[in-house]
Structure formats: C-alpha cells, structure tokens
C-alpha cells in the first residue's frame, strides 16, 4: 500500500467515505490508520453555532484525549467550555466511547480529536455525530503528510502520536485556531493571538528538549520504552528508540521480540528502560529479568507520559508539562544534564521516578 498524500476532505468526501469497510477497518487498526473516514466535518463558517448546544454564547467542545484537551482549552479560553472524554490513564488506542460520551458528542457545538486512527475505537461514533451535522475535527488534519511517520511495519498507515514532536503538534494548535475561527468568526482573531501566544511557548519547550537531549553521550543515546510512543521523539530530537510492542498497544509482545530487545540491551550497555503511565508493566519487567539473566541489571529510568497526561491540576497534566518531564527524566537517567525540576522549574516531587 503506498503513502496517501491527500490533502483535507470536505464534508461531502469525508462523509462518502464513510463505507462499513472502511469503519471495520478503522476499528481493526486501532491506532494505525493512512486516513481518517471518521472525519465528518466541513466548515461551519456562517452556521452560528455558537453556543448553540449550551446556551450561553460560548462553545461547547467535547474532546477526546488529554493532550487534545489541553490545546483546545488553550486557544479556546474564555469563548468555550471544553470537556475532554478520555481522562486519567486510559489508552486511547482501546477507549471504547460509551453511551454518555456520545450525547456529550452529540450535543456539543464541535468535537476535536485526534485523527490519524488513534481513536480508532470511536471511529463509528466520529461519523455518527458527524452524521447528525455537528463539527468534527481531527486536529492533526492540517499536517502536512510528509512530515508524518510511516513504520515499515505499518505500510500506508501513519503513526498518530505527533505531540511527542513538539514542533509538529504546534502545527495541530494552529490548526485548532482555524477550526474555532470558522466556529465563530467574530472571535477568530482572538483565538489566533491566544494559539500564537502557546505556540511561542512551545518554541521555547522544544528547544529545551534538543538541548538537554544532547548531554547524553551518544553511547547511551537509546530510549526503551514498553510500545511505540516515542517515533516522533526519537525523530526531532535525535534519540534512538527500542519498544517491546509496536505502534498500538493493541497488540501482545512475542517472546522473540523480548529476547532480541533483552540481546540489544545487554550489547549496547543501555542503563535504564522506561516505563509508561498507560501501559501495563508486565512486558518491562520480563525485560529486567531478562537482562539479570545475563548478568546486566537494568534499571526502571522513570515512568514517562506517551498516551496519557499527569494527574489533572499537576503541573505534568498540561501538555507543556507532561513533555518536560518526560526530555527531564529521559535525559537524567541516561546520563545527560537537565534541571532536577525541569524546564520551568515545576516538576512534582511526588510523580513517580
């Protein structure tokens, strides 16, 4: 299957796309996914939706995970309330919408997720709001395709978690702007000024983590981690990356794949493995035995943020948070030099290290 370069689709493709082949094939892929048939949404410029759903001249706007939250949050401010679906540790890749999350969706004046089949699970419910005639937007629809991940493994899907890239998810911020301008022109400019506000912070965050990064000798420049997350990581800020499970964590790592990590590991000296807040540790700690096994001990490096934020009001359940712990403690445990606190000095003593 080769890479689809197509741009954004505009309501009527989207929703002509919307096949039972194509909602079971999203559905199977889970996380993965080339296209989003999901995607239901056309401009809503001149609609006068605003406030439609709550009454009270501001937007209601259901999100799905954390980090989606917090940018739409962001640059929405005073002119919306946001309630975001998937809290806490639950996985993405395998939330399952229930029946209360889909009147949230349905009765909202807009719905932002991810896209790129990360949700995968809620593809079906996407186009039934979608169907109903309410805003739908991917956030990372914007993006250009080329600057995308497409695992080998995964041919003609492309990996979704571009917020582990801090200058790609910028773009998604931007991209949120637009959306909620076309929601509600009459505030369009000043959703601009706030997204442009967050992204000049975020400029400051990914030049934080480049730095930091590169303190760690090249030698032991290898981030293990339990699945996936970490390709756009790896890819900006130039660490190798080893995970047990593959892209999704909808998937069971093979024995094969744990014994030829374990060799890589003991080969390469690498000092530490990472665990993650919304992946099961069995696979890591088959790894640890592993590496005893053969004389090398490896250490738990920190527990890092790949699907799911911090606790909600910590300073790691922000997105700028959440990336700074996580270049903070990757960096620490390998061998390089960072801030104990971080970036701005703000990380809690009481997140697991």
């Not at 999203?26 to 406030?51: H, I, K, Q």
């Not at 932002?112 to 186009?127: C, H, I, K, N, P």
């Not at 990581?233 to 990590?261: M, P, R």
């Not at 919304?278 to 920190?302: D, H, M, P």
Request: include cysteine.
């Amino acid at each position: 299957m080769s890479r689809h370069t197509q741009g954004p689709l505009t309501s009527t493709a989207r929703l002509a796309g919307l096949s039972g082949i194509a909602i079971a094939a999203a559905l199977v892929c889970g996380c993965s996914g080339s296209n989003d048939p999901a995607a239901t949404n056309g401009s809503s410029e001149g609609t006068g939706r605003v406030g439609a759903a709550s009454g009270s001249g501001k937007l209601n706007i259901v999100t799905t995970t954390a980090m989606v939250t917090d940018i739409v949050t962001a640059v929405a401010g005073d002119r919306g309330v946001v309630t975001g679906l998937i809290t806490g540790n639950q996985d993405p890749h395998m939330f399952t919408a229930g029946s209360n999350d889909v009147k949230k969706m349905i009765g909202a004046d807009a719905v932002f997720y991810t896209g790129l089949m990360l949700e995968g699970r809620m593809a079906d419910d996407f186009a039934r709001v979608g169907r109903k005639g309410n805003p739908v937007f991917p956030v990372t629809e914007g993006l250009d395709r080329e600057k995308l991940r497409e695992p080998p493994e995964f041919e003609g899907h492309w990996d979704p978690h571009v917020w582990m890239d801090v200058e790609l998810w910028s773009e998604c911020v931007a991209h949120v702007a637009k959306e909620l301008g076309a929601l509600d022109a009459a505030s369009s400019d000043d959703y601009v000024a706030r997204a442009d506000e967050f992204r000049k912070q975020l400029t400051e965050l990914d030049g934080y983590i480049k730095k930091v990064i590169a303190t760690i000798p090249k030698e032991q420049r290898f981030l293990v981690t339990a699945h996936d997350a970490f390709g756009y990581f790896a890819q900006a800020y130039g660490i190798e990356v080893k995970a047990i499970q593959g892209i999704s964590t909808d998937s069971q790592a093979a024995i094969a794949d744990i014994n030829s990590l374990v060799d890589f590991i003991v080969e390469n000296k690498v000092p530490a493995i990472f665990v993650e807040s919304s992946v099961s540790q069995k696979n890591i700690e088959a790894v640890i035995e592993g590496c005893g096994s053969r004389g090398w001990t490896l250490k738990i490096g920190a527990e890092l943020y790949s699907d799911a934020m911090g606790k909600t009001g910590s300073y790691e359940g922000t997105y700028i948070g959440m990336m700074d712990h996580n270049a903070t403690k990757i960096t620490r445990s390998l061998g390089g030099e960072a801030p104990e606190k971080g970036w701005q000095g703000k990380l809690s003593s009481s997140e697991k290290d």
